[in-house]
């Protein structure tokens, strides 16, 4: 069976795509975009990374992007797919639902019994949902003047419609977000914590997500990503044997003497000097 690729859902120099499928076996496979899954007709056991849903009429899965995923559906398995870039975000996101789509960044960490990740419409929401997805499937196939603006103010109406669906007090509260992105940050020191790449995992442009990351903590991300690393570094001198170069790697840096103006900057003396303390 043919395994559609990128250009297959996004048009080349497009953030979004929107189809309608109707096969029912869709072998293993990822993408560097986001999915949304909603099914029309049928039902089908969908496999997200190691997550197995079984969804029918009026279930939608939220897919994120390098997330492995497959489905084995009914014969009469039929699904709407809305494809979309993690800078669409950046166009749909406003002061009122922020918070609200960062938490779907978290679809892959919550779990309600053995349905995380899913959301079930009411019949009568269902409605609604089919009439906003045809509506932005007729826009695509039509490609009158403007079209892709009218289909991301329909993904923006979606997004309202998953969210006033699946929040959840306890679970999408604006403190359990930021808990989950400074969590992610202290885990990996290591790891890519630029503003582009930060930005791009919580579906924001780098602008937006910059200014609404500043007005939570009251210093940029890159100042905020520079005192954890610090931080971490400093613990590492003090508690442990290793030398700096291996703390120097363990904390993301590569040049030395950046991680030592960095050090420098944060606690007013150099790594060697702080080990010497303890």
Not at 90 to 99: F, S
Not at 128 to 142: A, H, N, Q, S, T
Not at 154 to 178: C, D, G, K, Q, T
Not at 223 to 235: C, S
Request: hydrophobic residues 35%; charged residues 30%.
């Amino acid at each position: 069976m043919e395994i559609f690729k990128t250009e297959n859902l996004i048009e080349k120099g497009k953030t979004i795509g929107i189809f309608k499928g109707r096969n029912p076996i869709y072998e293993k496979h990822k993408h560097d975009f986001i999915e949304i899954v909603y099914v029309e007709r049928g039902e089908a056991e969908q496999r997200v990374d190691d997550n197995v849903y079984n969804v029918k009429k009026g279930d939608v899965i939220f897919i994120n992007y390098g997330s492995e995923h497959s489905f084995i559906g009914s014969e009469d398995y039929c699904y709407y797919n809305v494809c979309f870039n993690p800078e669409i975000m950046g166009k749909v996101v406003n002061d009122d639902n922020a918070l609200a789509l960062l938490s779907l960044t978290a679809f892959n960490e919550l779990r309600k019994e053995n349905n995380y990740g899913k959301i079930s419409f009411s019949t009568q929401e269902s409605k609604d949902v089919e009439f906003i997805l045809e509506r932005m499937k007729r826009e695509m196939d039509e490609k009158k003047e403007g079209y892709g603006r009218v289909i991301e103010n329909y993904l923006s109406i979606l997004f309202s419609y998953m969210l006033r669906r699946s929040l959840l007090p306890e679970i999408f509260s604006s403190a359990n977000v930021w808990e989950n992105l400074v969590q992610y940050i202290s885990s990996n020191p290591d790891g890519e914590l630029t503003l582009d790449a930060l930005a791009k995992r919580c579906f924001y442009n780098p602008s937006y997500f910059s200014r609404v990351f500043k007005q939570k903590f009251g210093i940029s991300v890159t100042e905020y990503v520079r005192e954890r690393r610090m931080e971490q570094a400093k613990n590492l001198l003090q508690n442990t044997n290793k030398t700096v170069e291996k703390i120097m790697e363990e904390v993301g840096y590569s040049d030395r003497s950046a991680f030592y103006h960095a050090f420098s900057k944060s606690f007013g003396c150099t790594p060697t000097q702080s080990r010497e303390k303890k």
